[in-house]
């Protein structure tokens, strides 16, 4: 590693100011600061309060995602292979599974290896592309605009790789996040500027560009010819009867269930949801507004009921653990920079997603899943929310000071008079 150093240091002049290589001084510097602490210090005030810097919050996010991952893989091999046991096939004729007799894969359902190969062939496609296309465009307006390329793309990427269907085509994979580098960030500045989450942004486009890959049924399972619907469609169309039918809630907390490749298993999620708390690049009060928020207007809706709308009788503890619910709650709607900023604000602000989530999920016929359409809304009202946050602080400080000049005032005449 000394050596790498060495000759990292060796070509740091041709891409510095003045240098041959210049214009590519963000490809270099973004190598140099992955593999190595920048060596940049803080000499004047303000100082850093510690050590950590948006690279390493980034590499955390990214960290937290492993469990989701790992259950992506998984559960999409095992609904793959449990499909085409009941179809009686025994092989699928599909680019992506053509490596597979490479492993000793051999579509059974009951077995660990088959299931996670055969859904890592569908993931690791789907995150490369992702990738590659979404560091380009991080490169090329890095280069553009002669700065470094933030990290921040280096959590984006897998988050919006985990909200995406299993079988989702490449290139609409490659349009979703080209959508939302530029469109959802790089057009406002780039990272810490951008007041929409730029994953949700390209997988929102996706919804609406594409209903038929992102909203139907077969597109869920890694099987062509196959239709199963997620959980949420399932109570959508027949209520809760049809989901109690087909799964437990274990069964959906555990996470083996049609959906997106690592939206399904909470468990995972909650893991990596610890690990956010621990290290405390996440906020606690955004995820427990969120699920206050769902859980009081479920109970609301419950008190209510409807004869026409089956979803009125759902109950809160299902909202959370079916659907992509759990998954923005924690990964998404934390966002550092599209979220609130203050303590209240991000209380209220996860309160409102919440919310929305329900109103989405229960009164619209036209989305069964509303955590993404609600957390979008949720970020364009954030700065709202903020400056009354703060303009409520201002007023009690003021009043507060009042009363205290008031008492001084009050203390001084006594005083003189008294002399």
Known sequence: MAG????LDRLHPLFAKGGRLERFYALYEMVDTFLYSPADTTRTAPHVRDGIDLKRVMIYVWLATFPCIFMACWNTGF??????????IDSVDNWRQAPLHLFGVSHDPDSFWDNFVFGFWYFAPVYFVTFVVGGIWEALFAAVRNHEINEGFFATSILYTLTLPPAIPLWQA????????????EVFGGTGKNFLNPALTGRAFLFFAFPAYMSGDSVWTAVDGWSAATPLGLGASDGMAAITSQLTWWDAFAGDIQGSLGSTSTLAILLGAAFLLYTRVASWRIMAGCVGGLVGITLLFNLIGSDSNAMFAM??????VIGGFAFGAVFMATDPVSASMTNTGRLIYGGLIGVMTGLVRVVNPAFPEGIMLAILFGNIFAPLI?????????????????GANGSRNAKSADTVAAE
């Open 174 to 185: 490659a349009l979703g996040i080209t959508f939302g580098i530029v469109v959802g960030k």
């Open 79 to 88: 609904q793959a292979n449990l499909a085409m046991a009941q179809m009686g």
């Open 315 to 320: 109950p809160w503890y299902w909202h959370l």
């Open 4 to 7: 790498l150093r060495e000759r």
């Open 386 to 402: 903020d400056y009354f946050v703060v303009q409520a602080n201002v007023r009690r400080r003021q009043k507060r000071l009042a």
